[in-house]
């Protein structure tokens, strides 16, 4: 068997532009899917996959692993970069899918079978307006609380929300107290029972992070998400020992080397992951080894599209240390139009079952795809009160 071709597929989701890459064999019929998702860098990764194809085309897809440590050590620059990282992971994906089709098996079974009988899912409330940020209304908090409302109505038993405004690296405690009432409003109106995590997107610097942290405390978040950014290694473990609240980074860290020093450190709870990013189901499966050994908790992060999601739960149906996985149900309405999926999800505690489709479990109707064709991201900016770049 021999890669004969490997194809990108960009079709538009609104807020991003979903990169399907689909490598194509020699076999009749047999391909896989794959996903190289990365908002506002959608022509660089198409090339960066145009980039790696000639190293394999002409190889067996079966051996993953070869395969994977030439796209990652050849071409001189190793596969570290977001992009290149980005473009690696979505054969990566594709390649395990053939793996699993050509044997008549799931993905999780080519990993030593499941481990668990099904996989939680949860969801992302978004956040408030940017300029809204300082409004600390109880019409602002309320409006919180009836998103939080509404994912328990849809069965969700745990979600996760932007409840903290972008700050400076230090400012006073107005914005701490927005986030404040807005946690408060979340958890009164769910009760103790469901799950509240907050991405704070990394957007402080580690001491408005930590006070942050300390001040949402009392909640009781399942997790306190990217309190800062993920090169201040110091910095979160220092937020991590400050608070009982589990700290959660990971999703803009590329390749098992950016994860080693998080858990030598023992800077975080629960590793994030991104498999459209980080190398892939197969540095995927590395990191979770790494997080098993450490007894840290995995939670890939997963708001791409559906091949990103299929990927996402195959690794979980075999990974012990996985403990649930980010859900994207309302992104556009046409979703389930431009993929079949073989996993099912249980509407009461949103729960997926595993599938018994071989590989991911899904296929893609390039049709659909075609209807949707790339569109250029909108340009999201943010500025401090004095004119400054903040991190968005």
Same mark, same amino acid.
């Given at each position: 068997m021999k890669i004969t071709a490997i194809?990108?597929?960009v079709c538009n989701a609104r807020m991003r532009n979903w990169i399907f890459v689909k490598v194509v064999t020699d076999q009749p019929g047999l391909y896989g899917w794959g996903e190289a998702t990365l908002e506002w860098h959608t022509r660089a990764v198409v090339g960066a996959i145009e980039d790696i194809s000639p190293l394999l085309i002409g190889e067996d897809p079966t051996r993953i692993e070869h395969l994977w440590q030439m796209m990652y050590r050849q071409h001189f620059w190793h596969g570290n970069g977001i992009v290149r990282g980005t473009a690696i992971s979505g054969i990566d994906i594709a390649l395990w899918d053939i793996l699993g089709k050509s044997l008549g098996v799931p993905c999780?079974?080519?990993?030593?079978?499941p481990v668990r009988d099904y996989v939680r899912l949860y969801c992302h409330l978004g956040g408030g307006k940017m300029e809204d940020f300082y409004e600390t209304s109880p019409a602002d908090a309320g409006r919180f609380a009836e998103l939080a409302q509404r994912a328990v109505e849809q069965g969700f038993t745990a979600f996760k929300t932007m409840a903290t405004p972008e700050t400076m690296p230090l400012e006073g405690m107005r914005p701490i107290r927005y986030a404040e009432k807005c946690v408060a409003a979340? +958890?009164?109106? /769910?009760?103790?029972?469901?799950?509240?995590?907050?991405?704070?997107?990394a957007r402080h610097s580690p001491r408005m992070g930590l006070l942050f942290a300390k001040a949402l405390e009392p909640y009781n978040l399942y997790w306190f998400e990217e309190p800062c950014w993920p090169e201040s290694i110091d910095g979160l473990a220092e937020v991590q020992r400050a608070v009982k609240t589990p700290i959660a980074t990971g999703e803009?860290?590329?390749?098992?080397?950016?994860?080693?020093?998080?858990?030598?450190k023992r800077a975080v709870s629960v590793l994030q992951p991104d498999i459209t990013h980080c190398g892939g189901l197969s540095e995927a499966r590395r990191i979770a080894a790494m997080a098993e050994a450490y007894r840290v908790a995995?939670?890939?992060?997963?708001?791409?599209?559906p091949v990103s999601t299929a990927a996402s739960l195959e690794l979980g149906f075999a990974t012990p240390s996985y403990i649930i996985c980010e859900s994207v149900h309302e992104d556009v309405?046409? +979703?389930?139009? /431009?993929?079949?999926?073989?996993?099912?999800?249980?509407?009461?505690?949103?729960?997926?079952?595993?599938?018994?489709?071989?590989?991911?479990?899904?296929?893609?109707?390039?049709n659909e795809v075609r209807k949707h064709p790339f569109k250029q991201e909108e340009l999201l900016r943010t500025f401090y009160a004095d004119g400054s770049v903040g991190d968005w």
């Open positions: 194809e990108t597929h999780h079974k080519l990993w030593g079978g979340m +958890r009164q109106a /769910v009760g103790d029972d469901i799950d509240i995590m907050v991405d704070c997107h803009r860290l590329i390749s098992q080397h950016g994860f080693r020093e998080l858990l030598e995995l939670a890939p992060h997963n708001p791409q599209g309405p046409w +979703r389930r139009d /431009v993929v079949s999926e073989g996993f099912v999800v249980e509407p009461k505690g949103r729960i997926a079952r595993p599938s018994s489709r071989p590989g991911l479990g899904i296929e893609i109707n390039e």
